[in-house]
């Protein structure tokens, strides 16, 4: 079965810091960015890294977040610095197989005193 293992998510407080990391169960899988869903709105992009490098972000992350990949491990992480409380969300893997789309279960990150 496909599957994107996320991992690292959790309660920080305002200026903290959080490192999501996403593997992918198959090499045929290709991770390549985040998301995220805040309650009440819709998900949005929060940062994409190409097979080779390339990256991009949210306007509302960009400074503070980073995305990166591990190709021997199949894997990319989003270090998340500076969090406010409106990066509260559930935060999905998202990955390519071919032609199909695959997420992963989502890890909820809340940012809070």
């Known amino acids: 079965q496909v599957q994107l293992m996320e991992s690292g998510g959790g309660l920080v407080q305002p200026g903290g810091s959080l490192r999501l990391s996403c593997v992918a169960s198959?090499?045929?899988?290709?991770?390549r960015g985040w998301y995220r869903q805040a309650p009440g709105k819709e998900r949005e992009l929060v940062a994409r890294i190409t097979s080779i490098g390339f990256t991009s972000y949210a306007d509302s992350v960009k400074g503070r977040f980073t995305i990166s990949r591990d190709n021997a491990k199949n894997a990319v992480s989003l270090q998340m610095n500076s969090l406010k409380p409106d990066d509260t969300a559930v935060y999905y893997c998202?990955?390519?197989?071919?032609?199909?789309?695959?997420w992963g279960q989502g890890t909820l990150v809340t940012v809070s005193s």
């Open positions: 998202n990955a390519i197989l071919g032609n199909v789309e695959v």
């Open positions: 198959e090499s045929s899988i290709n991770p």
